[in-house]
């Protein structure tokens, strides 16, 4: 599905779609949730993003109903919030699996492997409409590299042949590969942050001066 | 200064169990800079951030102290924001911070808004970050509840209040104008400066804007002084930094060091420098949108300036090594197709520029570039620096620069090799990967 006005043309003869009314039918806990988010700030408009991140949870996707709904409690336009939804890689603007797997691919994962590493989650996933397989720009977490963030869970270091295991635990509801959270991790070697580093360097480190 | 163990002013206790609670971290002597500082004027204790030589950690290296004191006074709205959308890649120190330390930050932002007179307070969080927002989200319950953030803290006088923002995944909402607009519900475009946000930011109103790590210092400074945290590290870049080592290295971590030692000494000495027999042949030092440096410039001390002279910069304190088995096609290609994917359209040069980088790079790899196309990329880059309304394009063109100047025999020996049909499909014409880490 392409937006309009991109390589669809947008109909010009239809009038843009109006703040909609006080009886459009919204979950109480979703109205709650984005009603007590525009209290924390000055300027209601500021709680866009955490209101739509909000209707996605509930209905998977930023789909035009999902829309429909926050406009009608923010007292927007649906036009100025799909503006919004389109410009975040977060928020999905088309129909994608419940669950996510993005896989970090920028410069220090592929450094190490993560195209390999998307490859073969790919595979593992075999187009499962319920998982929904991205690879993502950088998501801090180069320590770990290659690394996936699944559902929200920091995982890695990863290598192809764990993909299988990972989209197995998805599916099963497990916990996501509990020993290569990310949680668990110590900030760096205990040693590393010392001086007494092992002297097992390629090259010995000089000092200057 | 260089050989004695840094002191370790952020990451002390970082591993400690249960830091995140108001109860450890209390217990290691936490909040007590607050107290402290609520016991100065403002006024003094803007002399003590000043007199730290503090510089923003965030990338630009701007001196913390005079921003706060570029806020008009008056009793206006102002605000404070905490940039925490660590986007630059290779960047992950402020996710260690917030997730093991919030209430470090939090301390911190109490501090900075005392200092500038901020009323309001917002730490906007990348979207990603999703157990860091939880942690911070807890932790600044329980300071509300100790009254630390609220009313008249601890009888000062002085009120915060305090949001924790998700974002929802956008690279150019760490610039700190694209990071307003999203805060106030919009798309993250940068704005037009002047007006600097110090005069017309957040809602229109004064703003000060810092990264994590340079308010999670903030504590540390109220406790030793700032003319004692000013002898750390050297002259012009004082204290200490934290620095994210990743790529090719065996101990990819983050690092505490005191600004100005050699970079030889964290890439080697604590990261443990490149798996065995392999050597180092670029390094990014402050993140992807550094120019590159090679193993030559490895004595060079990390501090502000010592790089800035080399040509790069110091940036968020991110470095990438890269190896001799990696092509430098590759690398120069992965940071232009993030830069393409994060230009957000509003400037021709970056849309434009960071997108025929790209294609020129793929005419490469396929073997239908001459070596004329490295001077027509090269001038691409030059172009985009300084055209546009913040340096999302700058961030691309400087590193590409950077890699066209300093590996041009290689790049036309990529382009001579793909051209002779080599061939795309293959090997990519390029010398053979050996990827994946120690």
Same mark, same amino acid.
């Given at each position: 599905?392409?937006?309009?006005?991109?390589?669809?043309?947008?109909?010009?003869?239809?009038?843009?779609?109006?703040?909609?009314?006080?009886?459009?039918?919204?979950?109480?806990?979703?109205?709650?949730?984005?009603?007590?988010?525009?209290?924390?700030?000055?300027?209601?408009?500021?709680?866009?993003?955490?209101?739509?991140?909000?209707?996605?949870?509930?209905?998977?996707?930023?789909?035009?109903?999902?829309?429909?709904?926050?406009?009608?409690?923010?007292?927007?336009?649906?036009?100025?919030?799909?503006?919004?939804?389109?410009?975040?890689?977060?928020?999905?603007?088309?129909?994608?699996?419940?669950?996510?797997?993005?896989?970090?691919?920028?410069?220090?994962?592929?450094?190490?492997?993560?195209?390999?590493?998307?490859?073969?989650?790919?595979?593992?996933?075999?187009?499962?409409?319920?998982?929904?397989?991205?690879?993502?720009?950088?998501?801090?977490?180069?320590?770990?590299?290659?690394?996936?963030?699944?559902?929200?869970?920091?995982?890695?270091?990863?290598?192809?042949?764990? #993909?299988?295991? /990972?989209?197995? $635990?998805? &599916? !099963?509801?497990?916990?996501?590969? +509990? %020993?290569?959270?990310? #949680?668990?991790? /110590?900030?760096? $070697?205990? &040693? !590393?942050?010392?001086?007494?580093? +092992? %002297?097992?360097?390629?090259?010995?480190?000089?000092?200057?001066? | 200064?260089?050989?004695?163990?840094?002191?370790?002013?952020?990451?002390?206790?970082?591993?400690?169990?249960?830091?995140?609670?108001?109860?450890?971290?209390?217990?290691?002597?936490?909040?007590?800079?607050?107290?402290?500082?609520?016991?100065?004027?403002?006024?003094?204790?803007?002399?003590?951030?000043?007199?730290?030589?503090?510089?923003?950690?965030?990338?630009?290296?701007?001196?913390?102290?005079?921003?706060?004191?570029?806020?008009?006074?008056?009793?206006?709205?102002?605000?404070?924001?905490?940039?925490?959308?660590?986007?630059?890649?290779?960047?992950?120190?402020?996710?260690?911070?917030?997730?093991?330390?919030?209430?470090?930050?939090?301390?911190?932002?109490?501090?900075?808004?005392?200092?500038?007179?901020?009323?309001?307070?917002?730490?906007?969080?990348?979207?990603?970050?999703?157990?860091?927002?939880?942690?911070?989200?807890?932790?600044?319950?329980?300071?509300?509840?100790?009254?630390?953030?609220?009313?008249?803290?601890?009888?000062?006088?002085?009120?915060?209040?305090?949001?924790?923002?998700?974002?929802?995944?956008?690279?150019?909402?760490?610039?700190?104008?694209?990071?307003?607009?999203?805060?106030?519900?919009?798309?993250?475009?940068?704005?037009?400066?002047?007006?600097?946000?110090?005069?017309?930011?957040?809602?229109?109103?004064?703003?000060?804007?810092?990264?994590?790590?340079?308010?999670?210092?903030?504590?540390?400074?109220?406790?030793?002084?700032?003319?004692?945290?000013?002898?750390?590290?050297?002259?012009?870049?004082?204290?200490?930094?934290?620095?994210?080592?990743?790529?090719?290295?065996?101990?990819?971590?983050?690092?505490?060091?005191?600004?100005?030692?050699?970079?030889?000494?964290?890439?080697?000495?604590?990261?443990?420098?490149?798996?065995?027999?392999?050597?180092?042949?670029?390094?990014?030092?402050?993140?992807?949108?550094?120019?590159?440096?090679?193993?030559?410039?490895?004595?060079?001390?990390?501090?502000?300036?010592?790089?800035?002279?080399?040509?790069?910069?110091?940036?968020?304190?991110?470095?990438?090594?890269?190896?001799?088995?990696?092509?430098?096609?590759?690398?120069?290609?992965?940071?232009?197709?993030?830069?393409?994917?994060?230009?957000?359209?509003?400037?021709?040069?970056?849309?434009?520029?960071?997108?025929?980088?790209?294609?020129?790079?793929?005419?490469?790899?396929?073997?239908?570039?001459?070596?004329?196309?490295?001077?027509?990329?090269?001038?691409?880059?030059?172009?985009?620096?300084?055209?546009?309304?913040?340096?999302?394009?700058?961030?691309?063109?400087?590193?590409?620069?950077?890699?066209?100047?300093?590996?041009?025999?290689?790049?036309?020996?990529?382009?001579?090799?793909?051209?002779?049909?080599?061939?795309?499909?293959?090997?990519?014409?390029?010398?053979?990967?050996?990827?994946?880490?120690?």
């Amino acid at each position: 599905m392409s937006p309009l006005g991109w390589d669809a043309p947008a109909d010009l003869e239809k009038d843009p779609a109006p703040i909609p009314g006080a009886d459009t039918p919204v979950p109480e806990s979703l109205r709650a949730e984005i009603e007590a988010h525009m209290a924390n700030y000055p300027d209601r408009r500021s709680a866009t993003l955490p209101a739509l991140e909000a209707a996605q949870r509930l209905h998977g996707w930023c789909s035009p109903e999902a829309i429909e709904q926050v406009a009608a409690v923010m007292r927007l336009t649906p036009a100025y919030l799909e503006s919004v939804a389109s410009f975040y890689d977060m928020l999905e603007t088309s129909p994608v699996g419940r669950h996510s797997v993005y896989v970090c691919t920028n410069i220090s994962c592929s450094l190490r492997g993560a195209d390999e590493l998307y490859e073969a989650v790919l595979e593992a996933a075999g187009g499962d409409p319920d998982i929904n397989v991205r690879a993502f720009e950088c998501l801090g977490a180069c320590d770990i590299a290659p690394m996936a963030s699944v559902d929200g869970v920091y995982v890695g270091p990863l290598s192809p042949s764990d #993909a299988p295991g /990972l989209i197995e $635990d998805i &599916r !099963a509801g497990r916990a996501i590969a +509990p %020993e290569k959270q990310l #949680a668990r991790r /110590l900030v760096a $070697d205990p &040693r !590393a942050n010392s001086r007494e580093f +092992p %002297e097992h360097a390629a090259e010995p480190p000089r000092r200057a001066g | 200064m260089a050989g004695a163990a840094a002191p370790q002013l952020l990451l002390s206790d970082i591993d400690e169990p249960g830091l995140a609670t108001r109860e450890v971290y209390e217990r290691r002597g936490g909040y007590g800079s607050l107290r402290r500082a609520l016991a100065m004027t403002p006024e003094e204790v803007l002399a003590e951030l000043e007199a730290s030589g503090l510089r923003g950690r965030g990338g630009a290296g701007f001196a913390m102290g005079k921003k706060v004191s570029f806020l008009p006074k008056g009793s206006m709205d102002k605000y404070l924001v905490c940039n925490a959308d660590e986007s630059e890649p290779g960047t992950f120190k402020d996710r260690e911070l917030m997730g093991k330390n919030p209430h470090l930050l939090i301390e911190g932002i109490i501090i900075a808004s005392y200092a500038a007179g901020a009323g309001r307070s917002f730490i906007y969080i990348r979207g990603e970050y999703v157990m860091q927002a939880d942690v911070l989200d807890s932790a600044l319950a329980e300071a509300r509840e100790a009254g630390y953030i609220g009313q008249d803290i601890l009888g000062s006088g002085h009120s915060l209040s305090l949001v924790v923002h998700r974002g929802a995944g956008a690279y150019i909402c760490g610039e700190e104008t694209g990071l307003l607009d999203s805060l106030e519900g919009k798309r993250g475009n940068p704005r037009l400066k002047p007006p600097f946000p110090a005069n017309q930011g957040l809602y229109q109103g004064p703003t000060l804007i810092n990264n994590v790590e340079t308010l999670s210092t903030v504590p540390a400074i109220m406790r030793l002084g700032g003319a004692e945290y000013a002898k750390l590290g050297v002259a012009t870049s004082t204290g200490t930094k934290l620095v994210s080592v990743s790529g090719h290295v065996r101990r990819p971590g983050n690092y505490e060091i005191e600004l100005g030692i050699p970079a030889r000494e964290i890439i080697y000495g604590l990261a443990g420098g490149p798996p065995e027999g392999r050597r180092v042949k670029c390094w990014f030092p402050g993140g992807s949108s550094s120019p590159v440096l090679t193993a030559a410039d490895l004595d060079i001390p990390y501090d502000f300036d010592s790089l800035a002279k080399a040509g790069s910069m110091l940036g968020s304190g991110a470095i990438i090594v890269v190896d001799e088995d990696t092509p430098i096609l590759d690398v120069a290609m992965k940071t232009a197709k993030f830069y393409r994917h994060e230009s957000c359209g509003k400037c021709t040069p970056c849309r434009e520029g960071t997108n025929w980088t790209v294609r020129m790079l793929e005419r490469i790899d396929s073997g239908e570039a001459t070596p004329m196309d490295l001077e027509i990329m090269a001038s691409v880059q030059e172009h985009i620096i300084g055209n546009c309304l913040c340096v999302l394009g700058d961030a691309m063109a400087m590193p590409i620069g950077s890699m066209i100047a300093k590996f041009r025999e290689e790049f036309e020996g990529h382009i001579e090799r793909a051209r002779l049909g080599r061939g795309p499909g293959e090997d990519g014409g390029g010398p053979p990967t050996e990827r994946g880490g120690a």
